[in-house]
Nanobody, 122 residues
Framework: QVQLVESGGGLVQAGGSLRLSCTDS????????MAWFRQAPGKEREFVAR????????SFADSVKGRFTISRDNAKNTMYLQMNSLKSEDTAVYYC???????????????WGQGTQVTVSS
């Protein structure tokens, strides 16, 4: 069973950096493609970044391309999102997700973390 827990959110000034982590307490982490999504108040949940099960393929939303990187350490059952050059529009609750498909679509993911708040002050 997959149980995802995010950490690393917080308050940061515009231009700053944060690194989010997503850890799976189960034993099947390596089987799944993983992704980060985010949801700002009053908006729909949107795709941020995704990474294949072996970490060999990644992709990003245009809004974060060049500023965010995604990685995973399958030995530690952990995925990361390094966020640099943060902007106020990056403020949202960030969720990690696991699923069988390498997809940017919310419904393609079966397992979700509880979310971690990222607030960027301008």
């Amino acid at each position: 069973q997959v149980q995802l827990v995010e950490s690393g959110g917080g308050l940061v000034q515009a231009g700053g950096s944060l690194r989010l982590s997503c850890t799976d307490s189960g034993r099947t982490f390596i089987r799944y493609n993983m992704a980060w999504f985010r949801q700002a108040p009053g908006k729909e949940r949107e795709f941020v970044a995704r990474i294949s099960s072996n970490g060999g393929v990644t992709s990003f939303a245009d809004s974060v391309k060049g500023r965010f990187t995604i990685s995973r350490d399958n030995a530690k059952n952990t995925m990361y999102l390094q966020m640099n050059s943060l902007k106020s529009e990056d403020t949202a609750v960030y969720y990690c997700a696991a699923g069988p498909r390498f997809s940017p679509v919310v419904v393609d993911y079966d397992y979700w973390g509880q979310g971690t708040q990222v607030t960027v002050s301008s």
